[in-house]
């Protein structure tokens, strides 16, 4: 079977295990929950443009806010940064591809078939409001009846399943898949944030499993793990859930801060300032990042030691996030910038990341954070660290990567108009947040009234979002645009540092023709330039017939396994009948389990 | 098999990948079950009616699904052996051991549960009773998948012939075995033992 599938049209994309055609789906996939996540936030700014506004109704307001949190994150940030990791992991350790192919477009299916379940509740018209942090007990089966969570309690167990999957994948092709010559030490800045962020995934997504099947039960079985009248604790589903979702916030900005340190080099033409030290920061945000959950709770009366040691543990963190920041700064000092647009989103980050940095610090402080707890003044501070920060970085590895990935070139004009949108509606719309949240408006309300002195800010508000909407819409008229019409791309067009730069653009199906070898770290630079300075004459990675190089075969399996896992998730929606759904969801994945270990690839 | 074929080659670590993804799936088990654990610990004198975990423990009927557990990790090991020395007999007759111990201790547990809900404690009786059948539970629904790959592996030992002695595969399998087995160790003593605490 597996041999005669073809190699271009639909059912190749149906079918590849190409890491690169799978990091494509993942970005392609992102940008269309993307247009979801954007158009909720848009519809909760008309409704609060003005006051006692009238647009939408309080539940729909509801639906909305956590929807838009939950796309954001799980379906927009989530796989674009997976689309990074999957493109590029392979091609900047000099490795043919990743540890497991078939795993790796599993991940994608079910990533992909997780979205599509979330999403489909707006079709029938039961969309989860319980917030994207779904606290207990308001999402029991008491206050929350419907299906609406159901399909966020399982939309997002389905989605741990994919990222769990991939992050295995990634942290064994990390490990075990580098090219000759490259140590720990010598690998890209952006291969270890993956690498770390695979880590926090790996140890924190469990977690978060068994909250989500506790939840589960407690809705469909009528246990009471989150329930008082049976003996539970409503707190007990957010110590798991922060425990998960601390950690998730460093797995949104590492491969962003990645991202980051590979752009700056680049168009600063000097090598990253203090390599070692943000691998070592890195790892040190990734250590903390378990350690600081309840600082997401100290207005639930945890007592004021756990609140101290909390906040000691915030506090800390924000050490070798500082020392970062200095190492990006250091970096761009004396070196020969080149505004291009990745350039243009990166520096922005640095500056943005550092905003939200700074108001994060102050929630780190209980006395402050219980002022400032549920108020707009969080909504500022996590869209400066999720959007400001990783939000741009994101964009600009799109623009710096893009011609690696479709041989073409973004249009820079096009580029450098939607950043300066996206910059001033961004600062449009979330500066003034911190303002109104000192004012004491509560997020997450529908409307208020008149006399709370927030008419005015809230309006800026809400303008800003829609310069914001049209950054969004010139960068999908660049994106057709440059995929018809953009210049051609030569293979090392930035002047890169790492190995994907010696491949042609877009790269071939299997990579490498030779085995790279790395001596030192921007291995590719050290080709083209002696220490000194001087121009030496670089060898590309030849182009050869792809028939001569052993390249994992195509598979119908992994979709078919992800439908079933698919189908045995949907069975529990449905009351009567849907045991045997779920039982024939479960039989289609083993059958699909089976086939692939039989497969002869 | 594509992961075969990758697996033969050089690794930069040494580890298989396979072997090494078992080892990354472990340590995310770790956490699964810690937090299964924890919220048992938690739970555990929670429940508000119906009975205790002293009223209906039977520790002589665990201990002995205990033992009989340890030694289907025993018989994993001779399995192992067998393969990598490449004795198709003792092969498959320790891979059919490990399989038979597998369900033995399922049939233990299926045996525990019904005798705890004719005792009065089910699913939704009381938090005690709910954390333990979910601990339990999925505990028991690993021993239930290595029982499936252990079969799997038996039968597919006996289509291919004689001459199949996938080490590499037995070994991951293994690793997942004992993984299971250990955790069983760390469930006896936290559910089982410190009720006599």
Same mark, same amino acid.
């Given at each position: 079977m597996a041999k005669g599938l073809p190699h271009t049209g639909m059912v190749s994309w149906l079918t590849t295990v190409d890491h690169k055609r799978i990091g494509i789906m993942y970005g392609l996939s992102a940008f269309i929950f993307l247009l979801f996540g954007g158009v909720e936030a848009l519809l909760m700014r008309t409704q609060l443009a003005v006051p006692n506004n009238t647009v939408l109704e309080a539940g729909t307001f509801n639906s909305l806010v956590t929807m838009h949190g939950t796309t954001m994150i799980f379906l927009f940030v989530m796989p674009l940064s997976a689309a990074f990791f999957n493109f590029l992991t392979p091609l900047l350790i000099g490795a043919p591809d990743v540890a497991f192919p078939r795993m790796n477009a599993l991940s994608y299916w079910i990533f992909l078939f997780g979205g599509i379940l979330l999403n489909f509740s707006f079709v029938v018209r039961m969309v989860p409001d319980g917030g994207w942090f779904n606290y207990a007990n308001l999402t029991g089966k008491i206050f929350s009846p419907s299906h609406a969570i159901d399909f966020w309690v399982l939309g997002v167990q389905v989605l741990g399943l994919a990222s769990l999957i991939a992050a295995i994948n990634f942290f064994v092709t990390i490990l075990n898949m580098r090219c000759k010559g490259m140590t720990l030490l010598k690998m890209p800045i952006f291969v270890w944030t993956t690498l770390i962020t695979q880590i926090l995934l790996i140890l924190s997504l469990p977690v978060i499993t068994v909250a989500l099947v506790m939840m589960t039960f407690d809705r469909n079985f009528g246990t009471g793990f989150f329930d008082p009248g049976s003996g539970g604790q409503v707190l007990m589903w957010q110590h798991f859930f922060w425990i998960f979702g601390h950690p998730e916030v460093y797995i949104l900005i590492l491969p962003a801060m990645g991202i980051v340190s590979e752009v700056l080099p680049t168009f600063s033409r000097?090598?990253?300032?203090?390599y070692s030290v943000m691998v070592y920061s890195s790892c040190s945000i990734g250590f903390l990042g378990f350690a600081v959950w309840a600082h997401h709770m100290? $207005? $639930?009366?945890?007592g004021p030691w756990v609140n101290a040691l909390f906040s000691a543990a915030t506090m800390l963190i924000a050490v070798p996030t500082g020392a970062k920041i200095f190492n990006w700064i250091a970096t761009l000092w004396g070196g020969q910038l080149r505004f291009t647009t990745p350039m243009l989103f990166c520096v922005s980050f640095i500056a943005m990341f550092t905003f939200g940095g700074l108001s994060g610090v102050m929630h780190s402080s209980p006395p402050i954070d219980s002022q400032h707890q549920d108020t707009y003044f969080v909504v500022a501070h996590f869209h400066y660290v999720l959007y400001g920060g990783a939000v741009m970085a994101l964009f600009g590895g799109v623009f710096y990567w893009f011609p690696k990935v479709f041989g073409v070139y973004m249009h820079e004009g096009m580029g450098k108009l939607q950043f300066w949108l996206y910059m001033i509606g961004f600062n449009c719309t979330f500066f003034p947040m911190h303002f109104l949240g000192l004012q004491?408006?509560?997020?997450?309300?529908?409307t208020y009234s008149?006399?709370?002195?927030?008419?005015l800010w809230n309006l800026v508000v809400t303008g800003g979002s829609y310069i914001t909407a049209l950054g969004g819409i010139v960068f999908v008229v660049n994106l057709f645009y440059s995929l018809k019409w953009g210049k051609k791309a030569p293979a090392d067009c930035w002047d890169g540092r790492t190995l994907e730069w010696s491949l042609a653009s877009p790269p071939p199906e299997y990579n490498f023709a030779v085995d790279p070898e790395v001596k030192q770290l921007d291995a590719w630079w050290h080709q083209k330039y002696a220490s000194d300075g001087t121009r030496l004459t670089p060898v590309f990675q030849p182009v050869v017939d792809p028939k001569t190089k052993h390249l994992p075969h195509p598979s119908f399996w992994p979709l078919i396994l992800a439908m079933g896992l698919s189908v045995m998730v949907v069975g529990l929606f449905f009351d009567n009948m849907g045991h045997y759904i779920s039982v024939g969801g479960i039989v289609m994945a083993l059958l699909a389990t089976y086939g692939w270990v039989y497969e002869e690839a | 098999m594509s992961a075969e074929a990758h697996g033969a080659h050089h690794t930069v670590t040494g580890i298989d990948n396979r072997k090494l993804g078992m080892w990354v799936l472990i340590g995310s088990e770790c956490f699964l079950f810690g937090a299964l654990i924890l919220n048992y610990l938690i739970n555990r004198d929670r429940g508000l009616s119906g009975p205790k975990a002293t009223d209906i423990f039977n520790i002589d009927v665990t201990t002995l699904s205990t033992f009989d557990l340890l030694m289907s990790s025993v018989a994993m090991v001779l399995a192992l052996h067998a393969c990598q020395n490449r004795d198709v007999q003792r092969f498959r007759f320790w891979t059919a051991m490990v399989v038979l111990g597998g369900i033995i201790f399922l049939g233990f547990q299926y045996f525990e549960f019904t005798h705890f809900v004719h005792s009065g !404690?089910? !699913?939704?009786?009381?938090i005690f009773g709910s954390s333990f059948y979910l601990l339990t539970g999925c505990h028991g629904t690993h021993v239930f998948f290595g029982v499936l790959w252990m079969t799997s592996i038996l039968v597919t030992s006996f289509i291919r012939g004689k001459e199949w002695f996938p080490s590499v595969q037995v070994e991951v399998a293994g690793l997942y075995w004992h993984f299971v087995d250990v955790v069983w160790i760390v469930i006896f003593t936290v559910v089982y033992l410190f009720v006599y605490l």
């Open positions: 000097k090598p990253l300032f203090g100290f $207005t $639930t009366g945890m004491g408006m509560p997020r997450r309300i529908y008149a006399d709370q002195g927030w008419n | !404690l089910g !699913l939704t009786t009381n």
